[in-house]
């Protein structure tokens, strides 16, 4: 997996620039945990927000963060077409690993 700087908008402040920046250990540990997770799940795949709880992430963006991650080092991640429903009871996109 690359070390490049972690995913952030393209016109991102200094403090979410700074954010992605920080604890590369961290971001190396989630993407390589949330990794393992698409591949354990295969075509049922997963939503950002129960990766976000099976992994025990804190903030709910991080999911999501890391997922943008592993498709910036080259894993092919997709909308799968499914929705599922987040504890909140919104519509959430089903991402699998192919």
């Not at 295969?42 to 498709?71: C, F, N």
């Not at 910036?72 to 959430?92: F, N, T, V």
Request: charged letters at 30%; a positive charge; one cysteine or more.
């Amino acid at each position: 997996m690359s070390e490049h700087i972690g995913w952030h908008h393209a016109d991102a402040a200094d403090t979410e620039r700074a954010a992605a920046r920080a604890n590369p250990a961290g971001r190396r540990k989630f993407k390589e945990a949330l990794l393992a997770l698409y591949i354990s799940e295969g075509w049922h795949g997963l939503t950002d927000s129960e990766a976000q709880l099976r992994l025990g992430m804190s903030l709910p963006g991080d999911a999501g963060a890391r997922r943008h991650d592993l498709v910036a080092d080259g894993y092919k991640i997709e909308d799968s077409g499914e929705r599922r429903l987040s504890p909140r009871g919104k519509k959430c996109i089903v991402w699998v690993l192919v």
